[in-house]
């Protein structure tokens, strides 16, 4: 059991206690990305402060060694229910919808990313307990489900630039040249970042590297425009998720030459 405090987990720790912070600040949940469809006002804002309230909790017991493995054990099944409850039902509602799509591959990363949590927690001799979840197969579910989720984002990112044009970029980011071009450029990434983890080119490196773009997005889209308020910090703090939860994965694959091949997906 590892009990280190990796990087990856020490932002993934650091982002959710914002996200509880926000959400017992405002009283609600975190705007599209926590579409909750409670509206009566009272029974809303008692579910959304219980929600910060688990999020602030879980953020925190990801960073004590004690609390680490029930948080783990915790944190698992509310990502799951999270991306369940909240997600599943606007892509079967609204297929035809990207964005759905999108908001979908957004919240199953960091799903993904607390799924390596878990499993790198609950080890092996759990695997009668955790059934699949655990274990090498529980890994390996984890990378098919970031497998799975980085070409909603890829695609979402191309159609939105090519939709709005050089005007998808923030105002301080269209001094670069062909704006449309480098919001392409990164949904591309994401989809080549799935194809190299998919075939097995590169892994290690691919996932870092998304991570790593992924990051530079977040601070360099959004933290300047958090002045504006909620809705920046809401998608500041669920961007630095996203970003965490790849980079969980992408720590799963340590020991690996960076230039490694011929470790596809399904035979990790």
Request: aromatic fraction near 12%; glycine fraction near 10%; charged fraction near 10%.
């Amino acid at each position: 059991m590892n009990t280190t405090l990796q990087h990856s987990r020490l932002l993934f720790a650091a982002a959710m206690i914002a996200l509880g912070v926000t959400g017992l600040v405002n009283g609600d949940f975190a705007l599209a990305w926590q579409q909750v469809p409670i509206h009566h006002p009272p029974t809303r804002t008692a579910v959304a402060y219980a929600c910060a309230f688990v999020e602030l909790a879980l953020g925190i017991g990801l960073l004590l060694k004690r609390t680490l493995l029930p948080t783990c054990r915790a944190l698992f099944p509310y990502m799951m229910l999270w991306l369940a409850l909240l997600e599943i039902p606007g892509v079967v509602q609204a297929p035809q919808e990207v964005g759905n799509w999108g908001s979908f591959g957004e919240i199953a990363i960091i799903t993904a990313g607390a799924w390596c949590l878990f499993v790198e927690q609950a080890g092996v001799g759990n695997a009668r307990r955790f059934g699949f979840a655990v274990g090498p197969r529980g890994l390996r579910a984890a990378r098919w489900l970031l497998v799975v989720a980085l070409p909603m984002i890829g695609v979402e990112v191309i159609v939105d630039a090519v939709k709005f044009g050089d005007h998808v970029m923030q105002p301080w980011l269209q001094w670069l040249p062909w704006p449309m071009a480098w919001a392409c450029l990164t949904g591309v990434g994401s989809i080549a970042t799935c194809l190299a983890l998919l075939f097995g080119v590169w892994p290690r490196l691919a996932a870092t590297a998304e991570a790593a773009m992924l990051g530079i997005i977040t601070v360099t889209y959004w933290g300047p425009d958090l002045y504006t308020g909620r809705t920046a910090t809401s998608a500041l703090i669920i961007s630095f998720l996203i970003t965490a939860g790849v980079w969980l994965v992408a720590d799963t694959y340590h020991g690996m030459p960076w230039l490694a091949k011929g470790r596809p997906v399904w035979n990790n």
